[in-house]
């Protein structure tokens, strides 16, 4: 080696020295990040889970996120019922509660590709109860308060997007009191019964001048039934659930999966958390209904909005015309008045300004969330979503901003 050039040496050292360090930075970067999703910032999101479960806030949760198509987070931690001591289990079923609410808007939407209604139809041209609605003058006073009749009649395009003028009984006036009392805790014998009730009952406003969180999906479901002679659980399960292999949900939970049914818990008087002493039945319900009601899993929920993601496609199967996600997930409600920085579609809530929000996320974000603090959101700029399951009443918008703050904040491509 005596007669080497120590230049042709340095070259040669320097071509055996790179591909070995290019090799190990690939590495370490690949250990770190998963689809430009940093596992390391991500590990806060889980720490953070972990604090509230060990602090008594939450028995357990499951976090479900995706980028690219891909899972690159699944958590299942803490308990899924204090009461039992029993943990948390990956493919634990949970009440989705609202969450119910995209997936009857979305069926309703493949109805309307097959030409059976337009949006700007009045409702009542379906469901005549709904032809000569009156709306309350003073919400204080109640369902048997004054009345005057509506200046318009109420669209499909106003059931879906919660602008029809209906409530859902949480808003806290008498009113309010009185339609939960109605359409929740009296007696239904199916989606039809309900939907008549709500149809005898004063709108909180004029159709089209308010948004007002509502009972209206319910009405979806009822014309799902209409239009396609079919049961809105059997439509479910034939056009979405079989085909999407959503095969944990559904109104109510079979005998052999009831063990992994996941019950609701609150805070007792001395604010310790419990199992709930009242749940909502897992079996023999009949009122299939748009607003609530349907079981599901983090994993079966991930599969419905890969395909929302997907612009209406997954697996090669088209569910959906992207032209119709594209009106479903933009503004619907103008200026009306939801959450600063928040719009709303058909089915779903929107992001429309990051300012005003004061959020980490993309304008064109699109979500919800259910009344026992399940949460989810979809992002088609970052081709990301995202899944927290827990069952916690009452509701909080707390879990759900910190499920954005934690997941945004782990993004670095």
């Not at 005549?128 to 005057?148: E, I, M, R, S, W």
């Not at 008549?196 to 039934?225: F, K, R």
């Not at 088609?380 to 759900?400: A, C, G, H, R």
Request: net charge neutral; aromatic share 12%; glycine share 8%.
């Amino acid at each position: 080696m005596k007669n080497s050039n120590p230049i042709r040496l340095a070259f040669i050292l320097i071509f055996l020295i790179v591909p070995f360090s290019l090799t190990n930075a690939q590495s370490n970067r690949e250990s770190f990040y998963n689809e430009g999703v940093s596992i390391e910032r991500l590990a806060r999101y889980d720490a953070f889970l972990n604090k509230e479960i060990k602090e008594g806030r939450i028995a357990g949760a499951i976090s479900l996120v995706s980028r690219n198509g891909k899972i690159v987070h699944n958590s299942f931690i803490g308990n899924s019922s204090l009461a039992e001591k029993k943990p948390m289990q990956k493919d634990g079923i949970f009440h989705l509660m609202s969450m119910t609410k995209p997936i009857v808007t979305a069926a309703f939407m493949m109805l309307y590709e097959e030409g059976h209604f337009f949006l700007t139809d009045p409702v009542s041209k379906y469901l005549p109860p709904f032809k000569n609605v009156k709306v309350a003058k003073d919400v204080q006073a109640g369902k048997d308060g004054p009345t005057l009749e509506a200046d318009k009649a109420i669209t499909i395009a106003h059931l879906l997007s919660h602008t029809a003028g209906f409530s859902h009984g949480l808003g806290g006036t008498q009113l309010d009191n009185d339609i939960a009392k109605a359409l929740y805790y009296e007696p239904q014998e199916n989606i039809e019964s309900r939907v008549n009730t709500l149809a005898s009952l004063p709108l909180i406003g004029h159709p089209g001048e308010q948004w007002y969180y509502s009972a209206s999906p319910d009405v979806l479901a009822l014309l799902i039934e209409k239009f396609s002679g079919k049961t809105v659980a059997d439509f479910l399960q034939e056009r979405l659930f079989d085909p999407l292999g959503m095969k944990d949900t559904g109104y109510n939970i079979d005998r052999e999966n009831q063990s992994r049914w996941v019950p609701v818990h609150n805070l007792n008087q001395e604010g310790k958390l419990i199992t709930s002493e009242q749940q909502l039945p897992i079996e023999g319900n009949k009122v299939f209904g748009g607003t609530h009601g349907l079981f599901s899993t983090a994993a079966d929920y991930m599969k419905f909005c890969q395909m929302m993601l997907n612009k209406g496609s997954i697996n090669g199967k088209l569910y959906l015309s992207p032209k119709t996600v594209d009106i479903m997930t933009m503004n619907q409600i103008g200026d009306l008045n939801q959450a600063p920085g928040q719009g709303f579609g058909f089915g779903f809530g929107v992001t429309t300004n990051l300012a005003d929000a004061k959020s980490l996320g993309s304008v064109g974000q699109y979500y919800w969330g259910g009344a026992y603090s399940t949460y989810f959101f979809i992002d088609p700029k970052e081709k990301l979503i995202s899944i927290l399951m827990t069952q916690l009443q009452p509701y909080s918008n707390f879990y759900s901003e910190k499920m954005r703050q934690f997941v945004y904040q782990s993004l670095v491509d």
